[in-house]
């Protein structure tokens, strides 16, 4: 199963260490603000990234505020 990441505001991916990659066969951590300008925008953009198929959010402060809501 997929462990999708999402970094709290103003940071970025980069509050994860690598160790947490370790958790899931496949993780992403993807940049939100290099996704667009908005939530709905940054939700589109990592389910893209995430792809197709089960998958595990987790999110801290805003990271974590209902991403996926609206598709």
């Given at each position: 199963?997929?462990?999708?990441?999402l970094?709290?505001?103003?940071?970025?991916?980069?509050?994860?260490?690598?160790?947490?990659?370790?958790?899931?066969?496949?993780?992403?951590?993807?940049?939100?603000?290099?996704?667009?300008?908005?939530?709905?925008?940054?939700?589109?953009?990592?389910?893209?990234?995430a792809?197709?198929?089960?998958?595990?959010?987790?999110?801290?402060?805003?990271?974590?505020?209902?991403?996926?809501?609206?598709?």
């Amino acid at each position: 199963m997929k462990l999708v990441l999402l970094h709290p505001l103003p940071l970025d991916g980069s509050v994860w260490p690598d160790q947490v990659t370790t958790l899931a066969e496949e993780c992403v951590v993807p940049n939100l603000y290099s996704l667009g300008d908005n939530i709905q925008g940054w939700a589109r953009a990592v389910i893209d990234l995430a792809g197709v198929g089960p998958m595990t959010l987790v999110g801290s402060s805003v990271g974590g505020s209902g991403t996926c809501q609206g598709l």
